[in-house]
C-alpha cells in the first residue's frame, strides 16, 4: 500500500509571495491533517480535513488555509509569505478522525527568503 | 492548555546499552498516547498507541507503557540503527495531535 505523497518536496518562495502544499493520503483514509514542524517549537497543529470538511484548526492566523478534496487530496495554502513560515510541513492521513493512528507524509520544506 | 513534555532532550548510549526515554502529558480528553521515530529529512514513522493506563506494546528493542500521567519509552539492547528522535503525543479531545519536542537518541557502536 503507497504511503502519504506530498508534494513539492522543496519550495524556495519571497516574502509576500503565496504557497500551495498538496497532500495524498493512503488510499482509503479519509482524515487529512496537516501540521508545521520547526526547530523552536516542533511540531504544531494546522487543521484536520474530513469527508472535505475542517474538522478542527489550530491556533495559526487565517494565512494559512486548507481544502480537501472528494478523492481525500488535500491542500494547504498559506499567503503573504513571512520569514517565520520558513519550516517543514507535514501531512498525516488516518481512516477516520479522533482516535485513528495518524500515518505522515515525508513533509515539504518551505524556505521563505 | 495540553501539553505534551519529552525528557530527556537528547540521549547518548553504546550500543547495548538500555535506557528509557519520559513522556509526561497534561491532555484533556486524551485519546490515545502516541510515539513516533522521525530520522533525519523524514516525516515521523508511527510505533504506536497506548489508550489506557496499564496498557504496554512492543515492537523489536521497544516497549511502550502507560500511566495516567506518563508514559515511557523502553529501548532494550539498542543498535546504532536505532539513532533518531523519538516523538511522543497526545491525542487531543478535538482528534488533532499534540506534540512534545522530542528525544534525540544517539547509539554509538
Known amino acids: 500500500k503507497a504511503g502519504v505523497t506530498q508534494t513539492p518536496r522543496y519550495l524556495i518562495k519571497t516574502r509576500g509571495q503565496q504557497v500551495t502544499l498538496s497532500c495524498s493520503p493512503i488510499?482509503?483514509?479519509?482524515?487529512v491533517s496537516w501540521y508545521q514542524q520547526t526547530p523552536g517549537q516542533g511540531l504544531q497543529f494546522l487543521f484536520e480535513y474530513f469527508s472535505e470538511t475542517q474538522r478542527n484548526k489550530g491556533n495559526f492566523p487565517g494565512r494559512f488555509s486548507g481544502r480537501q478534496f472528494s478523492n481525500s487530496r488535500s491542500e494547504m495554502n498559506v499567503s503573504t509569505l513571512e520569514l517565520g513560515d520558513s519550516a517543514l510541513y507535514l501531512c498525516?492521513?488516518?481512516?477516520?478522525?479522533?482516535?485513528?493512528?495518524?500515518?505522515f507524509g515525508p513533509g515539504t520544506r518551505l524556505t521563505v527568503t | 492548555e495540553d501539553q505534551v513534555t519529552q525528557s530527556p532532550e537528547a540521549l547518548r548510549l553504546q550500543e547495548g546499552e538500555s535506557s528509557s526515554l519520559n513522556c509526561s502529558y497534561t491532555v484533556s480528553g486524551l485519546r490515545g498516547l502516541f510515539w513516533y521515530r522521525q530520522d533525519p529529512g523524514k516525516g515521523p514513522e508511527f510505533l504506536f498507541t497506548l489508550y489506557s493506563a496499564g496498557e504496554e506494546k512492543e515492537k523489536e528493542r521497544l516497549k511502550a507503557t502507560l500511566t495516567k500521567k506518563e508514559s515511557f519509552l523502553h529501548i532494550t539492547a539498542p543498535k546504532p540503527e536505532d539513532s533518531a528522535t523519538y516523538l511522543c503525543?497526545?491525542?487531543?479531545?478535538?482528534?488533532?495531535?499534540?506534540f512534545g519536542k522530542g528525544t534525540k537518541l544517539s547509539v554509538k557502536p
Open positions: 503525543a497526545g491525542g487531543g479531545s478535538q482528534g488533532n495531535l499534540i
Open positions: 488510499s482509503g483514509h479519509r482524515s
Open positions: 498525516a492521513s488516518s481512516i477516520s478522525t479522533g482516535r485513528a493512528e495518524q500515518y
